[in-house]
């Protein structure tokens, strides 16, 4: 096949494909330049990602010194220059989220597979390169819309597909995790310089998560025993880690031992108050319970953090049992508009039915 034949063959294929994209939705994950975007812009957009890709990750870590560290070790590395932000999900697994606008996502896990602080400066100087084109490497017709939608200020905090929580989605979707972690790190290879203690402390808390994943591993096996003393041996070794003991909470509540549960919920929300699945356990529980009032606090939290059909569908029933019944229909149909097939989504709609033929 000659030059001009490959060429014809090319962009035959490119129509069709654009062609099949335009008939199935998929048009949007098309390839599209970045929309041209002001620093305050861009700052603004890193953010909004940041505060839902923190939910979709674990939740924000709670840590004074950690914090306080890091932010030093920032200083150092960039400099004053307000280049770069760093904040810290509270997740095992090794990865770097770089985002619009200078900001960076550490998981706890690589944080606590640092070996030394210049490697750790090394990763700093690499991430900060990379968020330059954090967004244009992901632009195309569906981010450039949540982008629009973010700006725009419309966005629902009942939404479960708002663009915020879209374009959250993405980013969690493509990590610098395994090799292209390793990559980075290999810049840091052969330097020295002892780590803060705070960073330190991290490894020692990783035989606790081991457990922690065992534990979640017998759950799913439905062996509730077994899960939850591996759930307890964690919470032992290692008492004020929130997702060790929202799990643990967790485990109780679906055990149906409601007071063990409120205790490890309750302080697990102490602390770590921004992550809305302990929120939403925490709201579940009381509701059990007829705490309604509290329920819905708590559930109206979950749900401003990150809304999912699961807390929207508690929320409808705490408004319902609150006696604002118009405003428990009007989540059940948001839920049944956003995910009519699920379970909960099917279970809404039998609910607005019923609401219809009692009025």
């Given amino acids: 096949m000659n030059f001009f034949s490959q060429k014809l063959l090319r962009s035959a294929i490119i129509i069709a494909l654009t062609w099949l994209a335009g008939c ?26 940041e505060d839902r890709l923190l939910q979709l990750l674990g939740g924000p870590r709670h840590d004074k010194v950690l914090l306080e560290e890091l932010d030093a070790l920032l200083r150092q590395t960039t400099g004053d220059t307000g280049r770069l932000t760093v904040s810290v ?18 998981t706890r896990g690589l944080l606590a597979e640092m070996r030394d602080l210049d490697q750790f400066k090394s990763l700093l100087e690499s991430a ?65 310089g002892e780590l803060p203690e705070a960073i330190r402390m991290l ?4 035989p606790a998560y081991q457990l922690l994943a065992e534990a979640r591993r017998f759950e799913k096996a439905e062996d509730t025993s077994q899960a939850i003393t591996r759930y307890l041996d964690a919470a032992i070794m290692a008492p004020d880690e929130p997702q060790i003991l929202g ?24 602390l770590q108050p921004d992550y809305y699945r302990t929120r939403m356990g925490l709201g579940y529980l009381y509701l059990q319970q007829g705490k309604v009032s509290q329920a819905n606090d708590e559930l109206a939290e979950s749900v401003r953090l990150l809304p999912v ?30 995910d009519p097939h699920s379970t909960l989504g099917r279970t809404a709609a039998r609910r607005l039915a019923h609401a219809k033929g009692v009025q």
């Fill in 128 to 192: 900060a390169a990379l968020t330059d084109t954090a967004y244009s490497d992901r632009a195309n017709r569906a981010t450039n819309k949540a982008v629009a939608e973010i700006l725009s200020l419309q966005e629902s905090v009942y939404d479960p597909a708002s663009g915020s929580i879209r374009l959250a989605r993405i980013f969690a979707e493509r990590p610098c995790q395994d090799s292209c972690l390793t990559n980075l790190l290999q810049a840091g290879v052969g330097r020295s």
């Fill in 247 to 270: 799990s643990l909470g967790m485990a109780y509540l679906r055990a149906g031992e409601l007071q063990t549960a409120r205790l490890n919920l309750q302080k697990a929300v102490r």
């Fill in 24 to 49: 199935t939705g998929m048009d949007q994950y098309l390839p599209a330049d970045a929309p041209v975007l002001t620093a305050e812009q861009e700052i603004k957009i890193g953010s909004t990602i």
């Fill in 309 to 338: 059909t699961e807390n929207l569908f508690l929320l409808a029933e705490a408004r319902e049992k609150g006696g604002d019944v118009e405003g428990g229909l009007s989540l059940y149909r948001l839920i049944v508009d956003k």
């Fill in 89 to 106: 999900a509270d997740r095992n697994v090794a990865a770097l989220y770089v985002l619009p606008g200078g900001r960076v996502v550490m």
């Fill in 203 to 206: 490894k020692a808390l990783q």
